[in-house]
Nanobody
Framework: QVQLVESGGGFVQAGDSLTLTCAISGRAFSSTAMAWFRQAPGKEREFVAGIRWGGGNDAIRTAESVKGRFRIAKDSTRNAVFLHMDRLKVEDTAVYYC????????????????WGQGTQVTVSS
């Protein structure tokens, strides 16, 4: 059984930085991809960034809306994935979810089989 647990969310000011952590446990996960999504009230779940878990190439994908400000990273020794968020904006306010799928990192939420419970990020002006 796979478990994904997000942490690190909070209430910050515009321009601040924040790092989210996704702790991964459960079945072995070679040939998988991890991703971060977010969902603001009244909006659809949105892809933020994804990364290949195994292999020499991380195959990182980042949404245009956060490119240059957000960065996904992984630590295989800690079984964790991170989302480093810089220069946060009010429009980044959302619940942020960690997700996992078999295969390459893609942007469609329906393609991910496992999800965490989410962590709230609130950015004030």
């Amino acid at each position: 059984q796979v478990q994904l647990v997000e942490s690190g969310g909070g209430f910050v000011q515009a321009g601040d930085s924040l790092t989210l952590t996704c702790a991964i446990s459960g079945r072995a996960f070679s040939s998988t991809a991890m991703a971060w999504f977010r969902q603001a009230p009244g909006k659809e779940r949105e892809f933020v960034a994804g990364i290949r878990w195994g292999g020499g190439n991380d195959a990182i994908r980042t949404a245009e809306s956060v490119k240059g400000r957000f960065r996904i990273a992984k630590d295989s020794t800690r079984n964790a994935v991170f989302l480093h968020m810089d220069r946060l904006k009010v429009e980044d306010t959302a619940v942020y979810y960690c997700a996992r799928r078999t295969g390459e990192p893609v942007s469609g939420a329906a393609d991910y089989q496992y999800w965490g419970q989410g962590t709230q990020v609130t950015v004030s002006s």
